[in-house]
């Protein structure tokens, strides 16, 4: 049964920083690539960072201010955000990269706001 659960969202300020977790659980987590995602009410979600085979993709909206990394020991994989936006407010989601499996966990909510 593959599983994700996202954690670590919160309010913060603009200019402030939060690190997301996403633990997966059902599936060999080293033989995936892996994703980070976001979805506002009525939009699509979005892309917003990648780590395949050691290579990391993000959205321009994010590039320079967000990181993706994973410790496979712990089937885990983080997002640190810095910098937040208020534009950066959404539900973050994680999946496997390519998104092969229309399986998604609750999301961590993240609001960046003053």
């Known amino acids: 049964q593959v599983q994700f659960v996202e954690s670590g969202g919160g309010l913060v300020q603009p200019g402030g920083s939060l690190r997301l977790s996403c633990a997966a659980s059902g599936i060999i987590f080293s033989f995936y690539g892996m994703a980070w995602h976001r979805q506002v009410p009525g939009k699509q979600r979005e892309l917003v960072a990648s780590?395949?085979?050691?290579?990391?993709r993000y959205a321009e909206s994010v590039t320079g201010r967000f990181t993706i990394s994973r410790d496979n020991a712990k089937n885990t994989l983080y997002l640190q955000m810095n910098s937040l936006k208020p534009e950066d407010t959404a539900v973050y989601y994680c999946?496997?990269?390519?998104?092969?499996?229309?399986?998604w966990g609750q999301g961590t909510q993240v609001t960046v706001s003053s």
């Open positions: 999946n496997t990269y390519p998104t092969t499996r229309d399986i």
């Open positions: 780590i395949l085979r050691g290579n990391t």
